[in-house]
Every structure is written in C-alpha cells, then in structure tokens.
C-alpha cells in the first residue's frame, strides 16, 4: 500500500496553525476541536534547544523524537495538511519560538491554535512570538488532565496547608472514581500500609517480561538520528524499545493490567539488583507525551479490581499515583510558577558529583539506579526519591542542578511533572509546600528495601569509620547541620531527638566523613 502524500506544499489561505509539542501527541486534543483539513494545519518542530536545554540522554531524546514522527505520519495518513520541520532539515533554526516564527511568516495564518504547554518556558516563548508576529492565539486548556490549573487554584485558596491525600479524596468523589455510593470502595481511602513490602532475601521471584516495541524503519532511523547528532550525551539506545505510538501505548497498558498491576501495590517501594522493570507500570512516558488518557488508564485499574482481577491495595495505589498525585502536582507546578524553579529552602549549594552522569561510584545502590537509568531513561519512584533523589539531598546539592539531571535523563522527564516531585519532594528546597517533611533515611532503609547492601563495601549500620555508608554518615550530618529547623517539627522531632544520644566525639567524627565524602575523597 502506497503511503499518503505528506502535503507539505502550503494550502492556499490558511486559517488556523494548529501548533501540536512533543508532549501533545493526542488526537483528541482541544487544539484539533473544529479542525479544517481544507483550511487548517498541524505545525510540528524538532529543535535542537529542546534537547540541550538540559542535557538530554540519548533515550529521552529518541522516545520524543519517534513518537513526534509518528505521530506527524498518522495525521498525514487522516489527510492532514502538517507542517514538519526534523532537527535535520538545512537551516533548523533551533528553538521553537524561532521555527514558529519562520512558519508563520512563510504561512501568514489567521490565527495559532495551541493546547497550552506543560512547561513555563515554553508557554512564555510561544506567547510571545504569536504576539511579536502580530497572529491572533488561541490557547486552549489541556484536558487531557482532570484538573485544571484554575480549578487547583480554587481548591487551593483559604487553605492553611495544601495535602495531597486531601486532594485525592476530593478528586476521588468529583470523579466518581473508586466509589461505592458516598464511601470509597474498600471502606478506606487509602490503602498504602498494605503497600510498603520488601522481597525478602529470596528477591522477587518470577517476573513477567516487560512490554517491549522493537524500533520500526521510523524509529531506527531516529535512533541513528540521535547516536549521530547527540554523540556526545550520556545514556544508550541499544535496549530502546518504549511505546511511541498510540497502538503501542495501548498494548502496554493491556500488559500492565493484565500482568502487573495484581502485585504492583504489594511491592511497589521495593527495589532489587538488576531487575528495573519490577511490578511497575512503565506508563509515565506514554501518559506524558499524550499517547495514553489518564481517564482511560484510571478506569482500567477500577475495572480490574471490580472485576475481581486484582486486590484493592494495588488497583488503589496505582490510581493514587494517576488521580491524586499527577494531578497534584501539576496544580503546584503552574500555581507556584515561574518562581518555584529558584527555590532552596535548606540552602544547599554542593555541586552534583560527576558520576550521576557515568554510573560510576563504588556505592552499589547509586551505580545500579544509575546505570539503569542511563541504559533505558528509567528508574521506578523509590529508586529515584530513596537513592539517587536521597543522596542529593544528605549532600546538600544545589536543588537546581537536581532538577536539571532529573529532567535530562528520564524519558517521562516534562517540567511540570519532574520540577514539582524533584524540588519540592525530592529535596524539600521548597520548605514544605509539597511534602510535610524531608524524605531522609539512612542507608539502613536501602538495605531493608533491597538487595544492593549486600554487594557493597560499605555497612549501612555504620555511621563513621572506612567502612561507613555514605548513606548513612549524610543522614547523620544532614540532622545535624538543620537540626534547629525540625526539632519542633511534629514528624521530624524524633530523628533530632536520636542525634542528640550521640557523643560529641561521634558527632565530630561524622561532620569529618561528611566533609570528605562532600570532596569526593570517599
């Protein structure tokens, strides 16, 4: 069968230039409401600013690159008019505003049509080049989401202090998710105690093989595109095999509920040497670029419990994460905004060490999430909020350069999802407002949670001496470099309390390991 034409040659009189980012790959989308074939077309760019803005790794560059194409092919093969500029094209002029510019100079459409972006600097950026270029926009709201930024800023006006699990709950009885009349089914609303296991020594056991899409001619050629273009960025493509489509999306979510979800909840905090991919759903990506409705994956998690196919601890937990926690943050990242991304509220300035960016470090748990993360753009949540997020944070790294790596390496990576849960959870820089307290612990918790400590030099129970774990000689200094801020704090006072059973002389010798392992002597 011959593919459609691409219908590159500018329609006569263009009515609407509907812009479609990277992270709007959704044929529902608002901005295709009252779409023209005959009048109307898609302008789609691929930039070199949007992969070095922070240093992309190579599978996060590729996952946006392929699904961008083959969108763009889906929508020509509807008869689509789209405007498309690869990264490759001669005279790519490398940012969006500029490439956005440019096409509506040559197209002189009556107006922009865009779904608002997900990020703040691209949002300003597209804003101003429509209004310097004189075209009417039209911005619609994104509803792919289930609450809008107005709406959080309405739920959150009046209130003392914003949490989480309050929200889910009122986002739980407006949507009518997981209800049983006025009660949430279950009889409670959250069911995160039955959720916190570890595999025991024996490890995991038998593990479902993960969904997998071997690259098609479109993605491969992406995939030289980028070992070509991005040689020198971190990560590797050799085990790429993300969805990037919206049938391929669709299959991973079949495989989730179908394989996965029955025993995600259970050990949904455990981590194990080698095994990635664990119960997780490796939906984040799909979800994030638009390929997937959150409202389509939510009722698939409630079928399966209805249906008797999976408990309500595991169907519970994972819609938390959809409804009430996505959510949540994406209210806080356009609420706090642009000013959110500047905030450091422990003072932390330290440099991010250089291995986040090789996987080189003799700390086992670090080199496994990194690694890992480098060689498929993913680590599940507790590997990034209890290794590599924790150890930032005992270090006292700059919360910034934390954000950036964060964004750089994760193929789910887009700002108003991993500012918020890097920031504010990850490393508390913004004082409280997302998280009540600092998740800190020390590498005891990773030797309950896993495997790693029983490959590495260091001893999680020591705090000083050669043997120590990093882990745990930061977590001793970290209380007491802020032990004045939390030793009122209602869920941090205990922690300050136990520091003060220390001898001075422990305390000194911890503050001299810390001080070494913060010039990279151990």
């Not at 990264?87 to 608002?116: H, I, K, M, S």
């Not at 690259?215 to 050799?238: C, K, M, N, S, Y």
């Amino acid at each position: 069968m011959t593919p459609p034409p691409a219908l590159d040659a500018p329609p006569c009189g263009v009515r609407h230039l509907v812009v479609v980012l990277g992270d709007q790959l959704d044929r529902q989308s608002a901005a295709f409401d009252g779409f023209d074939p005959a009048q109307d077309r898609v302008w789609m760019a691929e930039v070199l600013e949007e992969s070095t803005q922070v240093w992309s790794t190579q599978p996060r560059i590729a996952i946006f690159l392929a699904a961008m194409r083959h969108f763009a092919d889906a929508l020509r093969g509807e008869g689509l008019h789209v405007d498309y500029r690869r990264l490759d094209d001669a005279g790519n002029r490398g940012t969006l505003a500029a490439e956005l510019g440019a096409a509506l100079a040559r197209l002189r459409p009556a107006a922009v049509v865009l779904v608002q972006p997900g990020e703040w600097r691209v949002r300003e950026a597209l804003h101003a080049v429509a209004a310097s270029s004189g075209v009417p926009l039209d911005a619609r709201e994104d509803r792919h989401f289930l609450c809008t930024p107005a709406a959080f800023q309405r739920y959150a006006e009046g209130r003392s202090a914003l949490v989480m699990e309050h929200f889910y709950r009122a986002m739980r009885r407006r949507h009518r998710v997981l209800m049983d009349g006025d009660a949430p089914a279950g009889g409670a609303w959250n069911f995160d105690t039955d959720n916190r296991a570890a595999f025991g020594r024996d490890g995991p056991g038998f593990l479902p093989p993960p969904a997998a899409f071997p690259p098609d001619a479109t993605t491969q050629e992406v995939i030289a595109l980028v070992r070509a273009r991005f040689a020198g960025h971190p990560g590797r493509l050799d085990a790429f095999a993300w969805p990037v489509t919206r049938a391929q999306a669709l299959q991973a979510l079949d495989a989730f509920i179908g394989e996965r979800l029955a025993f995600f909840g259970h050990w949904q905090d455990a981590m194990w040497g080698g095994e990635p991919w664990l119960y997780h759903a490796q939906l984040s990506a799909a979800l994030n670029l638009k390929l997937l409705e959150p409202r389509e994956v939510i009722a698939r998690a409630e079928a399966a419990y209805r249906s008797g196919q999976v408990p309500i601890a595991c169907a519970e937990g994972f819609i938390r994460q959809i409804l009430g926690w996505r959510e949540y943050v994406r209210g806080i990242y356009w609420r706090e905004m642009p000013g959110y991304l500047e905030r450091n509220a422990l003072d932390a300035h330290a440099p991010l060490p250089d291995w986040y960016w090789t996987g080189r470090t003799d700390r086992e748990c670090l080199r496994d999430t990194i690694t890992q993360t480098l060689d498929l753009g993913y680590a599940h949540h507790i590997q990034r909020l209890m290794v590599t997020g924790l150890y930032a944070l005992l270090l006292g790294v700059e919360p910034v350069q934390v954000h950036a790596w964060y964004l750089a390496v994760y193929v789910d990576a887009v700002e108003w999802v991993e500012l918020p849960n890097t920031l504010g959870m990850g490393q508390f820089a913004d004082g409280g407002l997302l998280g009540s307290k600092p998740y800190v612990a020390s590498g005891q918790y990773i030797a309950r949670m896993s495997d790693h400590c029983r490959h590495c030099r260091f001893q999680p129970a020591e705090r000083t001496g050669d043997s120590a774990c990093p882990f745990t000689t930061l977590y001793w200094d970290f209380l007491a470099r802020h032990a004045q801020r939390f030793a009122a704090h209602p869920r941090m006072r205990a922690q300050v309390q136990n520091l003060a059973r220390l001898s001075d002389a422990e305390r000194g010798a911890i503050a001299l390991r810390a001080d070494a392992i913060r010039r990279g002597e151990v």
